[in-house]
Structures are given as structure tokens and as C-alpha cells.
């Protein structure tokens, strides 16, 4: 009877703890204690952990005026899109060994397809062929923020309304994909692009 109590108690145990990580109801800063004789519910079922790396867009369109001076008609900004598979994948090969493209996360390029992100995403759906714009790359306002910042002067007629960063002028790897309202560019009309991505500890 008492091992019989005790099995009880180990998987009653077990689905409380699979309940709060699918709910967030976890203590943040550490993973809560297995039970003993096992981690997974009786079924078999398997316990995941997800984290998010939270990132901002903003989109600020400039256009000359009468004086010839830019000024701000428009402005976008989006907040935690789809960070890709393919810029996971590439953080966890540049712990094992390193290569310098790691480094150049900040080749700007935009787009005129609004299909939904995906983190599957590997390139903007539909890019508008200009060449990509190289942007800054520089701490955010916090010391686990990377910014980078890039102005794009459009040479033809687009309605842009995704955003990619990537860490070549061409092909390689997409940090991220964000879709956003169309902004209509004309000729001479330019786009200032800031993306932030926190890395954030656990507090």
C-alpha cells in the first residue's frame, strides 16, 4: 500500500509541474525540482522550455519639403517578431566555433510582401531589389540591447512593409523578418530603419 501512496503522490506531482510550465506559472530565475522517480507525467509526455528574445522595429519615413530638408510623415514601430530558426541555429555554431559573419548582423533590406513572419523565414518574401543599407552597430539603451540604425534612400516607387536584418549585403543568414503597415515611397524618399534586440539574463 505505502509504494502504491507513493506512486500516487510522485505523478499527482509530475502534472502539477507540467500544468505551471505550460502556463508560465513556473518560478522565474530557476527550473522547479523534478520529482524523484521521474520528471514527465505518467503518460510519457515530454516537458519543453521556451525562452523569447524580445525585439523592437522602428520604421521613420522621411520626405523632402518645399526647402529640400527631410522631415518625418510617417512612422512604424513593432514590437517582438519573428526572430529566425536559421539566427538561433547560428548563435549556438558560433559557441562551437566562430566565424566573423556573427559579428555583421547589420545588412538592412526591405520588402513589399505582407505575409505573415514565420521563424522559418530565411529572406524578405518579396525583396524590393535594392541593395541592402549597412547599419550601426551599437549597445541599446540597455547594456543587453544590440541596435543597429540604417537611413535608405529609395530609388524607385514601393510600397514597403517588411523588414529584414541579415549579416551580409547578400544571401546569408535573416536575424529577423517584421511586417508592418505599407509605407508608399516615391523616388528621393528615405526610411530610417532602427532594430533592437534585448538578450536579456533571468531576473
Same mark, same amino acid.
Request: charged share 25%.
Given at each position: ?8 503522490? #510522485?505523478?499527482?506531482? /509530475? +502534472?502539477?509541474?507540467?500544468?505551471? @510550465? &505550460?502556463?508560465? @506559472?513556473?518560478? #522565474?530565475? #530557476? ?21 523569447? @528574445? ?6 521613420? %519615413?522621411?520626405? &523632402?519639403?518645399?526647402?529640400?530638408? *527631410?522631415?518625418?510623415?510617417? &512612422?512604424?514601430?513593432? @514590437? ?26 547589420? *545588412? ?9 513572419? /514565420? +521563424? ?11 541593395? #541592402? ?10 547594456? *543587453?540591447? *544590440? &541596435? ?14 517588411? %523588414?529584414?536584418?541579415?549579416?551580409? /549585403? ?34
Amino acid at each position: 500500500m505505502g509504494k502504491f501512496i507513493q506512486d500516487i503522490k #510522485r505523478r499527482f506531482a /509530475s +502534472n502539477k509541474l507540467e500544468f505551471k @510550465l &505550460k502556463h508560465g @506559472l513556473a518560478q #522565474r530565475g #530557476r527550473l522547479p525540482e523534478l520529482p524523484k522517480g521521474g520528471g514527465v507525467a505518467a503518460g510519457g509526455g515530454k516537458v519543453n522550455f521556451a525562452g523569447t @528574445l524580445h525585439t523592437k522595429l522602428i520604421a521613420r %519615413h522621411l520626405r &523632402k519639403d518645399a526647402d529640400g530638408e *527631410y522631415q518625418e510623415i510617417g &512612422k512604424r514601430e513593432v @514590437l517582438n517578431k519573428k526572430v529566425t530558426t536559421a539566427f538561433v541555429n547560428d548563435i549556438v555554431d558560433n559557441l562551437i566555433a566562430e566565424t566573423s559573419a556573427f559579428g555583421d548582423y547589420k *545588412y538592412h533590406d526591405s520588402g513589399t510582401s505582407n505575409q505573415a513572419e /514565420s +521563424n522559418a523565414d530565411v529572406g524578405l518574401i518579396t525583396p524590393c531589389g535594392e541593395a #541592402r543599407t549597412t547599419g550601426t552597430q551599437v549597445e541599446g539603451s540597455q547594456t *543587453y540591447e *544590440y &541596435k543597429s540604425v540604417a537611413t535608405h534612400t529609395y530609388a524607385g516607387t514601393f510600397g514597403i512593409v517588411e %523588414h529584414g536584418l541579415f549579416n551580409a /549585403s547578400s544571401g546569408v543568414t535573416l536575424m529577423d523578418r517584421t511586417v508592418f503597415a505599407v509605407i508608399n515611397v516615391i523616388p528621393g524618399d528615405k526610411i530610417e530603419f532602427t532594430f533592437t534586440i534585448q538578450f536579456a539574463a533571468e531576473v
